[in-house]
């Protein structure tokens, strides 16, 4: 099956760990990856606060590469992208002459056939094929994950997103069939702040102590989220923001691929694990669930 | 402090102004306050959408365009998801953001403006994000600005919170030094002029006051 990939700017750099286990994940569930040619950055939050007309003309310029190189589907992994892109794909279809104006300019025409998809979506439906629960040769016994969606995956209001806006589900069922444990907590879609962190960090690190503080108290030992801008807040202000809001746990914060390439026997070496800030390894070790020697 | 006086026309003008850029019915807002009780930065700034929504109602335009709400909305649309009728408070602080830069009004938060003018004017010159190449123009930015006003300790708490940020990301290889570029950057380029007309544009439809 193919698939066209936009993988945008933070998964070329400082989240480059995230693309490469994105690709091997997928190829290992038989999902044919094709980075789009030549697509260029989204805009993120950022252009809607700059320029009404930027923070719609960006992302469709990647939405027309996709459609005029012939896929359907897309999937885009960074919450941000995807929520840019789905946005724009909304508004275009709203108005028709902002669509005439912006495909002027474009060489590859936008026509709205494209179907956007979060990782979770493509994840849930290649798990649910028969077959695949065999696959699962690690499963992750000792983990008790604090699925974290973010407030980008369920960016809703009149654009229509898979899942519930207050409650996802999706990646808890995902997590689940790797053979972890979850829990309900309330700041599954709270906002980590984004870039916050950097031009308001101190609103950005009581929000982000928050999230550590309800994780905590239900007593999970990692994290898991799919966005990279969420992976590296948490992650990289981790120290800073629990000694500013006296925490004294850490926990690891983990992308949904690496559990998901543990789960199915992938080598830890080659899910490039080493770029986090936050230990991820003890608890992998503590778990026992990377022992080949463990499973049946 | 300000006194302001309720005029009608007034009102009603800039009320349909914010109500066609954000394309947000800002009249069917009922006060029920679900976006307050959703609000992420509404606890650390003590002020939420529903009282923001009512200030561009009643036309008290200077404190609309002045707020902390405006410019310190981490844009989660929390809000949205939540209220009955549909209003996206969110994208009404993007109109008011946009609105207030317009009219030349000094953002309340400046980094915050800055941050998103450098990671706009970044990704638009190259076609993709360069982390280091917005994060500098960013810094450069505020740092100026710290100097200008003489605030020295601030200069130097960002500077040394910013370079333990740098040599931690350097220390787990997450910077990456390779330039990021798009070949198809001129249309992203002409996309960026074409809005920077349609700004000088708009700012004659609706003259400063």
Redo the contacts between chains.
């Keep these: 099956m193919d698939l066209a990939y936009y993988p945008g700017c933070s998964l070329h750099q400082s989240s480059q760990f995230y693309d490469h286990q994105t690709r091997l994940v997928f190829s290992t569930l038989g999902i044919d990856l094709k980075e789009i040619n030549d697509w260029s950055c989204c805009g993120a939050t950022s252009a809607g606060k700059f320029d009404d007309f930027l923070a719609v003309a960006l992302p469709a310029r990647n939405l027309g590469i996709a459609e005029t190189s012939g896929y359907h589907e897309m999937v885009v992994p960074c919450s941000g992208c995807y929520s840019s892109l789905l946005m724009s794909q909304v508004r275009l279809k709203e108005n028709p002459s902002l669509l005439s104006e912006i495909n002027r300019d474009l060489t590859a025409k936008v026509d709205g056939s494209l179907k956007l998809l979060t990782i979770l979506e493509v994840l849930l439906r290649a798990t649910a094929e028969a077959g695949v629960k065999e696959r699962v040769v690690h499963p992750l016994k000792g983990l008790k994950a604090a699925c974290y969606y973010g407030c980008m995956t369920r960016f809703a209001y009149d654009v229509p997103v898979s899942d519930n806006v207050e409650n996802p589900r999706g990646m808890e069922t995902l997590v689940e069939f790797f053979g972890a444990e979850t829990m309900d907590w309330s700041y599954k879609t709270a906002c980590c702040g984004a870039s916050a962190a950097i031009n308001d960090p101190d609103t950005a690190f009581r929000l982000m102590a928050k999230i550590m503080k309800d994780a905590l108290a239900r007593k999970a030992n990692c994290i898991v989220t799919t966005c990279p801008m969420c992976q590296l807040n948490l992650d990289a202000y981790q120290e800073r923001f629990c000694n500013a809001h006296g925490i004294y746990e850490r926990l690891p914060v983990y992308f949904i691929t690496e559990l998901a390439g543990l789960a199915l026997g992938l080598p830890i070496e080659s899910l490039n694990m080493k770029q986090h800030f936050v230990d991820v390894t003890g608890l992998i070790n503590e778990t026992r669930i990377a022992d080949d020697t463990l499973t049946p | 402090m300000d006194v302001w006086t309720y005029d009608p026309a007034d009102a009603k003008q800039f009320a349909i102004e914010v109500m066609e ?1 954000s394309n947000q019915n800002i009249f069917a807002c009922y006060q029920c306050r679900r976006c307050a009780s959703g609000c ?2 509404g606890e ?2 003590g002020f939420t959408p529903d009282r923001l929504i009512r200030m561009v109602i009643t036309g008290n335009r200077k404190a609309a365009l002045e707020n902390a709400l405006v410019w ?1 909305c ?5 809000c ?2 939540r ?1 009955p009728n ?1 209003i ?1 408070g969110g994208r009404i602080t ?1 109109t008011l ?2 609105m207030s830069r317009e009219e030349s009004i000094t953002p309340r ?1 400046p ?2 403006a ?4 450098s ?2 004017t970044g ?2 010159r190259w ?5 280091i190449q917005f ?1 500098g123009a ?1 810094e450069i930015k ?1 740092i100026a600005k710290n100097l200008v006003n003489l605030h020295f300790t601030d200069v130097w708490k960002e500077i040394r ?1 910013q370079s333990l ?1 740098l040599k ?2 350097f220390k ?5 030094l390779k330039l ?1 570029t ?4 001129n ?2 380029r ?3 002029k ?2 920077m007309q ?2 000088t544009k708009s700012r004659n439809v609706f003259p400063q006051r």
Aim: proline share 0%; with cysteine.
């Design positions: 850029r992420t930065v650390e700034i310190q981490v844009s989660c649309y929390t949205g998801t209220c549909n996206q993007e953001k946009k938060s980094t915050i800055y941050f998103h003018d990671f706009v990704c638009t076609g993709r994000v360069n982390e994060m960013y505020s919170e940020l931690a990301l787990q290889r997450r910077i990456h990021q798009a070949k198809g950057r249309e992203v002409a996309f960026y074409k809005a349609k700004k």
